[in-house]
Every structure is written in structure tokens, then in C-alpha cells.
């Protein structure tokens, strides 16, 4: 190990024995021992060791030096430490050259845990959050709790930091906090959203504009759903920005091409042979980067473009299962999420056999995703009529969100339901949540029962997709085997996928 890598494990030990509340209990009495077994020279000398073992420890992560006393809840910096350490990085950025980043992280549901747990179970879970920063952040970043469930990360002074590198330390803090938290017989499954702001794209130079700036960033976050990252960018519109704006935007990049499909593949569980692709639409913005649905669907349901987006996305997919097959890849189908607008379109079965016939593809290459939340309400006459042409005209039918919108059994029965796609929350920490086995293998119980087949939404762990395997789901998608992507990177994909899988002889293997 390097001298400076020993010297801060030392340091590290030394810190965490003074940190000890039983140290700072016993060491009156310690004192008093050494002063009747030897003596007065034995008290001197402690008392000189250890002031110098404080000093030689420093100041423990998450506080800057010289700081005052600390959030009372958590023990972490205050919003003024963070700022003024934020303060101090600008000052030096102009003579050293050196930069920073802010991070904000909002504990997501925080409210709902108070109100189904207490405000005691809340302020654990805020403590241990607060632990968990602090712990996979440098020693020289200043970690704060800055609001109820709200927290901050403020870097020291660095040579570099660009977007990806940030984007790296906000899964980072998520990853840190997404670990369970257990409350006696209760284990909480805890999610955060995260915003942050490089220094050179603050407002001003100024710990305050940063910090502005991150919590703006982590509000888009938020508005996108829990578990979001956002960057701050001066150009992103506010929410009190113009709408009529926002909607000749949106409808501009969507005629302009720069709304399309990505798309995330979806694999057998067991085997890891891919099984299809899943279409999502994104926006390659310019300036904000690339956009998920949350960021634009509004701005195109305002301006009346909802149907246009569906012809758009369709089109891109069937594009893309055409090259597909031409170069030679077997992609069974392709699912496009289909909106309750979309559905009370009474001619759109006819519209997807034209589309169809015109590329070519059997009516199976196309999956049609179904939110629950729609097909629960589907007492709707025209939703209910188009289901079932799509269904009979032999387009596969997937139920999205499974276990968020009490959709009858009757329902998937009624529709021609052919997979049920479990949702991420019933996903987030299989592998060390034995009730979220349990519920998961009820789900699948239940699919097995029906004739349905079965995917899992959201795997972003080995952990995850090996107990699905193991419990017997059909399909799995997510972070685990792959983000999305445009159609020109599935193809070096799937090659380097079918490599993997040929390169791993044992079939146990292929599960994760």
C-alpha cells in the first residue's frame, strides 16, 4: 500500500475510534485509572496524546474543517458550511484552475414513510441516508442535510469534472441509498432523485447560485419521476416558462426527427437469449440532452401532437425490425406503448395492418404495450373495441405496469392479454427482500395459472435477474442488461451480446 494510502487508513481507524460515543463515555474513567496506576506522567501524557490523535484523525467526512456544529438530526454540514466551502472552491478556481460540482439528493416519499410509519421511522431513515453519503463520498467533500429528507454534496476543489463523471457519482449516491432500511421488523425500500450543478454552468459563481442551481436541477428530477438524475442547464425551460414555447419546441424537434425511438432490450430470463426490444421515445435535445417522455408528453398532448408521436414511433420501429432482419438478427418483436388517446382511435387496428403490409411483418413482430391504468378503466366502449381488433388481428398484447392499476382478471382474460410486465416496484431489492419474493412469485403463480407469459420491468442488479430467473419469470428488462439505445448502437449490441453468451459454455451462468 502507498504511504499516503497507509497513512489515510490510519487515520481513517484512529477517526472512527474517536468517534465511538463509549470512547467519549469511558474516557474520564480511563484518565482516572492511568492517573492511580501510574502516576501523574501517565495522566500528562494522555492528556498530550490524545489532543494529538483528534488532530492526526482531522475532521470527520462530510464536515468541512473548522466547521460549527452540524445538523442536529443527522450530524452532517449545515446549508451555510456547504455554501461556503462551494464559496471557497470558486475563489480558488481562479488561481489554481481547479473546479467543483453541487449535488441534491430528495429522499423520494418521505412524506408517505412518515405517514405510514411515524416521524421516528422518518428520522431514521433520514440518519441512516445521511451515513450512507457521507460514506461514499471523498473525505474532503462536504456532505449537508439541507431539508427535511434533502441533502447536498459539494466537492472539493478537482482538476476535472465533465457530465459523465457527474452523472457516475449521482448513481453513486443513489446506489448508496437505495441499501434497505430496517426498522425492527419493517425493511424499507428507500429511492432518491438526484440534481446537480457544474461549476462552470452556475448562474454565478457562488456557492448559493450553485446550490439554487442543483436544487433546480433536482426539482426536473423529481417532476420525471422518482429515481431521476437531472443536470442543470440555464436553458432548460422553468415551469413558469411560456407553454405555448414549450409546445412549438417540442413539435418542431418532433418533425425535425429529433424525437424517435430508442430502443431497450428484453431477454429470456433464464437463458439470456433476447427476446425482443422495447421502443422509447427520447429527445436529443441540444442543449438539455437527451430527454425522456415526462419531459415532453405534456408539451405534445398541449399542442394536440399525441397521435403524431404514435406514427412517429411506429414507423421507427417497424423501420428498425426491417434492418434488423436484413442484417441477419433474429428479433422476435418489438413492443410500442400505445396511449389511451391512441387506443380510442377506432381505425387504428386497420391503421397498424396497413403499416404492417407495408413493411412486410407479420402481425406478432409488433407488440402492443398497455398501460394497466388503461385497461382497468377500459369499461371505455372505444379503448375495449380497439384492444380486441389489435388482439385479432394477431398483434401480441403486453399489460405494462403490472400491479399499479388493478386490472381485472376478467380483463386480461377479455383483452387477449399475452404477458404481463411486473412492475419496478415489485423488482427494487428482489434479491434481499424476502416479501418482495413473495409477492413476486404470487404474480407469477398467478401468470402460470392464466396462460400468461411474464416480464420484469426495471432489473438493474445480477441479484435481481438471478432470483427472477430462479422464480420462474419468462423475460426480463432493464438497466441490468442494457440502458436504451438509438437503433445504429443495437446491432454492435446484440453482437457483443450473442459473444457473451457464447463465450459463458454454462447455461447457470446465462441467468445473470
Not at 62 to 67: D, F, L, V
Not at 193 to 199: E, H, K, N, R
Not at 234 to 241: D, I, S
Not at 389 to 406: E, K, P, S, V, Y
Request: glycine fraction near 8%; charge should be neutral; hydrophobic fraction near 50%.
Amino acid at each position: 500500500m502507498p504511504r499516503s494510502a497507509t497513512a489515510e487508513a490510519a487515520r481513517a481507524h484512529v477517526r472512527r475510534w474517536i468517534d465511538r460515543r463509549e470512547v467519549a463515555a469511558l474516557l474520564p474513567a480511563l484518565l482516572l485509572a492511568g492517573l492511580w496506576l501510574g502516576g501523574e506522567p501517565v495522566l500528562v501524557a494522555a492528556t498530550v496524546l490524545v489532543p494529538a490523535l483528534m488532530l492526526f484523525a482531522g475532521p470527520a467526512p462530510g464536515r468541512p474543517a473548522g466547521a460549527r456544529a452540524g445538523d442536529g438530526l443527522t450530524g452532517l454540514a449545515t446549508r451555510a458550511d456547504l455554501t461556503g466551502a462551494l464559496d471557497a472552491a470558486f475563489a480558488e478556481a481562479g488561481r489554481s484552475g481547479r473546479t467543483t460540482a453541487v449535488f441534491a439528493l430528495a429522499i423520494d416519499d418521505l412524506a408517505e414513510i412518515e405517514a405510514r410509519h411515524g416521524i421516528h421511522a422518518a428520522e431514521e431513515v433520514q440518519r441512516r441516508t445521511a451515513g450512507r453519503i457521507a460514506a461514499v463520498v471523498r473525505r474532503d467533500d462536504v456532505v449537508a442535510r439541507i431539508g427535511p429528507g434533502l441533502f447536498a454534496v459539494a466537492f472539493a476543489p478537482v482538476l476535472r469534472v465533465d457530465h459523465d463523471s457527474a452523472v457516475r457519482t449521482a448513481e453513486r449516491l443513489q446506489a448508496a441509498v437505495r441499501a434497505p432500511v430496517a426498522l425492527g421488523h419493517t425493511r424499507l425500500h428507500v429511492t432518491g432523485s438526484v440534481g446537480f450543478c457544474l461549476a462552470p454552468r452556475a448562474p454565478r459563481p457562488s456557492g448559493e447560485a450553485a446550490l439554487a442551481a442543483a436544487l433546480d436541477a433536482l426539482g426536473e428530477a423529481q417532476d420525471a419521476g422518482p429515481g431521476s438524475i437531472r443536470a442543470f442547464t440555464a436553458a432548460r425551460p422553468r415551469p413558469a416558462a411560456d407553454a405555448a414555447a414549450a409546445a412549438a419546441e417540442a413539435v418542431a424537434a418532433l418533425e425535425q426527427g429529433r424525437i424517435r425511438p430508442w430502443f431497450q432490450p428484453q431477454v429470456a430470463a433464464a437463458t439470456g437469449a433476447v427476446t425482443g426490444f422495447e421502443a422509447l421515445a427520447r429527445w436529443e435535445h441540444p442543449e438539455r440532452g437527451v430527454l425522456t417522455p415526462k419531459d415532453f408528453l405534456p408539451a405534445l398532448a398541449a399542442a394536440g401532437q399525441s397521435e403524431r408521436l404514435g406514427e412517429v414511433m411506429l414507423y421507427h420501429t417497424l423501420s428498425a425490425l426491417r434492418a434488423w432482419d436484413r442484417a441477419g438478427l433474429a428479433i422476435p418483436s418489438v413492443g410500442v406503448n400505445f396511449s389511451a388517446e391512441e387506443l380510442r382511435n377506432p381505425r387504428l387496428a386497420e391503421k397498424l395492418a396497413w403499416e404492417l403490409d407495408r413493411f412486410d411483418l407479420a402481425p406478432d413482430r409488433l407488440t402492443v404495450e398497455i398501460l394497466e391504468t388503461v385497461m382497468a378503466e377500459a369499461g371505455d366502449d372505444s379503448i375495449a373495441g380497439t384492444i380486441a381488433a389489435l388482439a385479432a388481428l394477431g398483434c401480441r398484447i403486453d399489460l405494462d405496469d403490472f400491479g399499479t392499476g388493478n386490472a381485472s382478471i376478467a380483463a386480461l382474460r377479455r383483452f387477449k392479454v399475452s404477458r404481463i410486465k411486473i412492475d419496478r416496484s415489485f423488482v427494487i431489492n428482489l434479491d434481499e427482500d424476502r416479501d418482495q419474493q413473495l409477492m413476486v412469485a404470487a404474480i407469477l403463480g398467478l401468470a402460470g395459472r392464466l396462460g400468461l407469459d411474464t416480464l420484469a420491468e426495471g432489473v438493474e442488479r445480477v441479484g435481481e435477474h438471478a432470483v427472477l430467473a430462479e422464480l420462474g419469470c419468462g423475460h426480463v428488462q432493464g438497466f441490468a442488461i442494457a440502458r436504451p439505445m438509438p437503433f445504429e448502437e443495437t446491432i454492435a449490441w446484440l453482437e457483443r451480446h450473442a459473444a457473451r453468451r457464447a463465450a459463458a459454455p454454462d447455461p447457470a451462468r446465462r441467468a445473470v
